[in-house]
């Protein structure tokens, strides 16, 4: 495992403490790796919209894109969304020579014979091509999904920017994808799930220093899973479906709630009882109204996500974004033992991976940080 990698994954964890709308009142705080959460989730849907509608969309490159466009505000989190605005407004080669840098800075920790790919998936994001309109207008979406619920407690601060979000997203009013999306009769349905895991802090039975949701840590899985499917050689594995898999896998916890692991493992049977009540609130409340091709696309990934060898990669991303949450918490000072517990059972789960990569993540936490055993 490239240094590089792992340096990724560390300057990602920023996504965690970057909060958003930080200059009006908000009902409640989001961070950039829920909002990006968001915006993936709106993106795979106008994805598949896209090719029903016979357009002819390369998902791999929508989803690297995905995986890697947020990077660069890792480095830029001093510099806020308005101030952002009007600076490229004012002088727009200053602020492309200061967005230029801050890429640089994220790609300056892979080694040259991947510098140029990276650079290059991350300065595509948001082109003119079809993935490029997908992923901007999912962007407005997500800030949009935001502004909203702020504006429910706080209207006189949010009804100039809801305006300015409609304005911008009004360009998108003939793209098919856009438009079959926010026409769908389910799409308020999947909002109200994509809202809930905005909400569900992980952990939540234990006091939290850097609290993450199953929004954040989803984005968070997805950024892994493209990382470790990159750094892997097999044939075998599909970077698309690895991403793809990393953003639903927790989809049905919006419905479920969060049942832990080990309260699914405490009586024989009762996880596969949860596994069977997942898929009738899913089925039922979710993807009923959906078309067949959406629903076949989208319910496998849901309830079964950790299947096949694309799925065992899945589950050591899921369970190396969990042991950088233990990680962040024991490092910032929180000594509940439950951290410590839970990263050495993470850690002994991924030294048994069939995968090179995932090994060498586990070697990695052990040589940086102060390694106490049992």
Known sequence: MEQGVMKLMELATNLFTMFRWNN???????????????????????????????????EKELLERIALKELPKCVLSDISVDTKLLIRDLDP???????????????????????????SIIHRAKDDSLEGKIISASDLLSARLEADLHNRIFPEYYGEIIKSLDDKLSQYNDFKPY??????????????????????????????????????HSFYVALIGFLLSYEEESNQLDEVE?????????IPESLTGDIITPTKQKVTGFEELVERVEE????????????????????????????????KLVRAADLTAAIVECLMEIKSG?????????LNNMLDQLDESEFSSVKEVA????????????
């Open 280 to 311: 009738v609130m899913v089925t039922d409340k979710l993807l009923n109204d959906m078309p067949e091709k959406l629903i076949s696309e989208l319910k496998n990934k849901i309830l079964k996500p950790f299947e096949g060898i694309n799925g």
């Open 24 to 58: 009006t009142p908000t009902m409640f705080r989001t961070n950039e790796a829920e909002n990006a959460f968001a915006s993936a989730q709106f993106a795979l849907l106008m994805s598949n919209l896209a090719r029903e509608s016979s357009m002819s969309i390369n």
């Open 334 to 342: 929180n000594n509940q033992m439950s951290f410590r517990i839970a």
């Open 242 to 250: 690895i991403i793809k898999r990393s953003l639903l896998h927790d």
């Open 93 to 119: 080669e200053k602020w492309n020579a200061v967005y230029n840098s801050a890429v640089g800075e994220v790609v300056g920790y892979l080694p040259e014979t991947k510098k140029l790919q990276f650079s």
């Open 363 to 374: 070697d990695f936490f052990k040589l940086s940080f102060e390694w106490t055993g049992r």
């Open 179 to 216: 438009k079959k999306l926010i026409n769908s009769s389910w799409f308020d349905t999947y909002k109200e799930s994509i809202i809930v895991l905005l909400r569900a802090v992980r952990w939540n039975r234990l006091n939290r220093n850097v609290k993450t949701t199953v929004a954040g």
